[in-house]
């Protein structure tokens, strides 16, 4: 019922593995973002986009890239997944003002 | 750039007693957002309270309340009457007031854990 929804909700994966993280909402919102979490760090922003096919770098955006196609979707790709990118990984939109929306994570885990 | 930072990386309260978490930030902008998320175990984010910079009354939210310190740029959250259902992390954020670019995203400290005891 939030309009926004991540899939897969885990994962493991082997290093080296392609990975792709979806994120999907259904608010027609412009804004999307792509975050991290992990423990003594918060949450770091990766990438975001301000419409389709707009997007741009976050703080730790190295190893990541994304993609936004449609207004609905933003993917989250990992072209050859390490270890140090074993995390939770956060969709977000950007609503009315300042209202953000967060899925409910994705707990990867590259082995 | 700014900077958001929580100093307390746990804390601990009785049940129905009060808490204090703190948060500290860093920007040269005059006008932007400060953000409480709480963050159970379920991983999802809930936002517990907001403030516009350009409030000077400090925001509200049932037991939940801050004490808005622009000067000294200091954002606490005060939680009242705690209950075991309060028990997660704790995440202060900043926003800028501006909408375009990078402008519009969250910058998050590094959270806070809460343990409350029965």
């Known amino acids: 019922d939030a309009g926004i929804t991540q899939s897969p909700r885990h994962k493991v994966t082997e290093t080296g593995t392609p990975v792709t993280l979806r994120c999907h909402q259904t608010e027609n919102h412009r804004y999307m973002y792509w975050y991290r979490q992990d423990p003594g760090h918060g949450l770091r922003l990766i990438h975001y986009?301000?419409?389709?096919?707009?997007?741009d770098k976050g703080e730790v955006s190295d190893g990541y890239s994304v993609s936004r196609s449609k207004t609905e979707d933003f993917l989250l790709t990992l072209e050859s997944a390490t270890s140090s990118q074993t995390s939770v990984y956060f969709c977000?939109?950007?609503?009315?003002?300042?209202?953000?929306?967060f899925g409910s994570g994705t707990r990867l885990t590259v082995v | 750039a700014q900077t958001v930072t929580q100093s307390q990386p746990e804390m601990s309260v009785q049940e129905a007693e009060t808490v204090t978490l703190s948060c500290t930030y860093d920007t040269s902008e005059s006008d932007y957002y400060l953000f409480w998320y709480k963050q159970p175990p379920s991983r999802q984010m809930i936002l517990v309270i907001r403030q516009e910079a350009y409030k000077q009354q400090n925001a509200t939210e049932n037991r939940f309340s801050v004490n808005f310190q622009k000067a000294a740029k200091s954002f606490s959250l005060k939680i009242s009457d705690s209950q075991l259902g309060d028990a997660a992390m704790y995440f202060c954020?900043?926003?800028?007031?501006?909408?375009?670019?990078?402008?519009?995203?969250?910058?998050f400290g590094k959270g806070t854990k809460l343990s409350v005891k029965p």
């Open positions: 977000a939109m950007r609503g009315q003002q300042y209202g953000y929306t």
């Open positions: 986009s301000y419409g389709v096919k707009d997007t």
């Open positions: 954020a900043y926003r800028s007031s501006n909408y375009g670019g990078s402008q519009g995203n969250l910058i």
